[in-house]
């Protein structure tokens, strides 16, 4: 099989195996468009609260609309409590049409795991199977996925019992983070832990691989070295929905060309009309200075340029920044 390939989560068929990561923060529907129309091939929605969404807080639903041209995506949500993910789960279905629901058990940040959510149902294998299987009990025929890290700390090393228990609830793929709670997003990942959970899950469901993907070849070399059904690209997509595309590239003609800073621009100003329409202008301006500092990378002069970005207040401020410059 070639390394670009399709690959089914249940009842989804996707056509490729180059997928958008939930980023906290980041992967709202603009972003998420922007990096379908360079190729991802599955995106998720930055994480969503199942309390907030039980307790009906407006503001999670914006978080779960489904992007302008996204054909399949998934929600997903975090909480340390069975019945109420199960609650969740129902409300997303209800709220959205998404195809997929994933379940977070891989967060580091301490106000999410001291909930007995994210990481903290990696460390804890039975509490992730009662959430699991409750949601998957939920939500019928949509397809539940889960995503996990190693473990608590290098001494609690738990990927292993956390796998099996998602499988066991019937989960129907499963993304692996291979770095600890303690490490965070420092450090290295393990991807000898990833392979291993290939071996272990031995086709049952399909593995997807996350962590030190920040450029096409990190993609190839995980896909080759570790065996995983598809990469889940985080930070490294975070201001370059491009590497989708490059990655694709690469994986099929071995080679790719660098974007030319024209079309970063025009991406940029395309995600931020979007943003300003789910939200407001005032909200994508200001979330978009630090978009923008990424999409004018390798710029000319681009320290002048980014001084002024961290400015911007309106759509036209923007304009003005960039306009004259092609």
């Known amino acids: 099989m070639t390394l670009y390939h399709p690959v089914s989560i249940g009842n989804i068929n996707l056509n490729g195996n180059l997928f958008l990561a939930p980023v906290a923060g980041y992967s709202d529907a603009a972003f998420r468009s922007v990096c379908i129309e360079n190729g991802a091939c599955f995106?998720?929605?930055?994480?969503?609260?199942?309390?907030?969404?039980?307790?009906?807080?407006?503001?999670?639903e914006i978080l779960m609309r489904r992007a302008c041209n996204e054909s399949a995506y998934a929600v997903q949500i975090f909480g340390g409590e069975a019945e109420v993910m199960a609650e969740a789960a129902q409300i997303v279905l209800e709220k959205t049409n998404c195809e997929c629901i994933d379940i977070n058990c891989g967060c580091p940040v301490p106000k999410i795991v001291k909930?007995?959510?994210?990481?903290?149902?990696?460390?804890?294998?039975?509490?992730?199977?009662?959430?699991?299987?409750?949601?998957?009990?939920?939500?019928?025929?949509?397809?539940?996925?889960?995503?996990?890290?190693?473990?608590?700390?290098?001494?609690?090393?738990?990927?292993?019992?956390?796998?099996?228990?998602?499988?066991?609830?019937?989960?129907?793929?499963?993304?692996?983070?291979?770095?600890?709670?303690?490490?965070?997003?420092?450090?290295?990942?393990?991807?000898?832990?990833?392979?291993?959970?290939?071996?272990?899950?031995?086709?049952?469901?399909?593995?997807?691989g996350s962590g030190d993907l920040f450029k096409p070849e990190d993609a190839r070399r995980?896909?080759?070295?570790?065996?995983?059904?598809?990469?889940?690209?985080?930070?490294?997509?975070?201001?370059?929905?491009?590497?989708?595309?490059?990655?694709?590239?690469?994986?099929?003609?071995?080679?790719?060309?660098?974007?030319?800073a024209e079309t970063r621009?025009?991406?940029?100003?395309?995600?931020?009309?979007?943003?300003?329409?789910?939200?407001?202008?005032?909200?994508?301006?200001?979330?978009?200075?630090?978009?923008?500092?990424?999409?004018?990378?390798?710029?000319?002069n681009g320290g002048p340029l980014r001084n002024a970005i961290v400015h911007a207040a309106t759509i036209e401020d923007y304009h003005k920044i960039f306009d004259g410059l092609f």
């Open 222 to 260: 995980m896909l080759e070295e570790t065996g995983v059904d598809a990469v889940m690209f985080a930070r490294g997509a975070m201001g370059n929905p491009f590497i989708f595309r490059d990655t694709t590239s690469l994986l099929t003609t071995g080679s790719y060309e660098p974007v030319p």
């Open 43 to 60: 995106t998720y929605t930055e994480m969503v609260s199942a309390e907030a969404l039980v307790r009906k807080n407006l503001k999670t």
């Open 115 to 208: 909930t007995g959510a994210g990481s903290a149902l990696t460390r804890d294998p039975d509490r992730l199977f009662k959430v699991v299987e409750a949601v998957v009990g939920a939500t019928g025929p949509i397809p539940v996925t889960v995503k996990i890290r190693s473990g608590w700390e290098q001494k609690l090393i738990t990927w292993r019992e956390a796998a099996q228990a998602a499988l066991d609830a019937g989960a129907a793929a499963i993304t692996i983070h291979p770095r600890t709670k303690a490490q965070g997003y420092e450090g290295h990942s393990d991807w000898n832990i990833m392979r291993e959970l290939v071996e272990m899950v031995n086709g049952r469901v399909p593995v997807f």
């Open 265 to 300: 621009i025009k991406t940029g100003f395309a995600e931020l009309e979007r943003l300003a329409a789910e939200t407001s202008e005032q909200h994508a301006c200001l979330e978009m200075r630090k978009r923008f500092h990424a999409y004018s990378k390798g710029i000319p």
